[in-house]
């Protein structure tokens, strides 16, 4: 089992910036790669991006490209999302996942293992 915990969420007005931090614990647990989503009410959770645990390869939606950088630190087990030049389109409930094992998508609910609770943004105009 591993457990997820999003912190770092917040409001924040346009143009502005916030990170989010993502923590897995757990035994005995290995990771392939880390995500972030985000979900509006209403909404299918959406992927944001997503970087694999050894390479630190990373994907984004082209939405955020530019403007949002995921990234890892291995010896706390934790990923970031640096998000930079918010937009209100961004508003919603962020969530961190892992992926334990190597799959060929990344980019789907179903291709991760395990999320974390949640984290709100909210960006004014």
């Known amino acids: 089992q591993v457990q997820l915990v999003e912190s770092g969420g917040g409001l924040v007005q346009a143009g502005g910036s916030l990170r989010l931090s993502c923590e897995a614990s757990?035994?005995?647990?290995?990771?392939?790669?880390m995500g972030w989503f985000r979900q509006t009410p209403g909404k299918e959770r959406e992927f944001v991006a997503t970087?694999?645990?050894?390479?630190?390869?990373?994907y984004y939606t082209d939405s955020v490209k530019g403007r949002f950088t995921i990234s890892r630190d291995s010896a706390k087990t934790t990923v970031y999302l640096q998000m930079n030049s918010l937009e209100p389109e961004d508003t919603a409930i962020y969530y961190c996942?892992?992926?334990?094992?190597?799959?060929?998508?990344?980019?789907?609910?179903?291709?991760?293992?395990?999320w974390g609770q949640g984290t709100q943004v909210t960006v004014s105009s």
């Open positions: 970087i694999t645990w050894s390479a630190g390869s990373t």
């Open positions: 757990g035994r005995s647990f290995s990771i392939y790669r």
């Open positions: 996942a892992v992926a334990r094992w190597f799959r060929a998508r990344y980019s789907g609910a179903a291709d991760f293992d395990y």
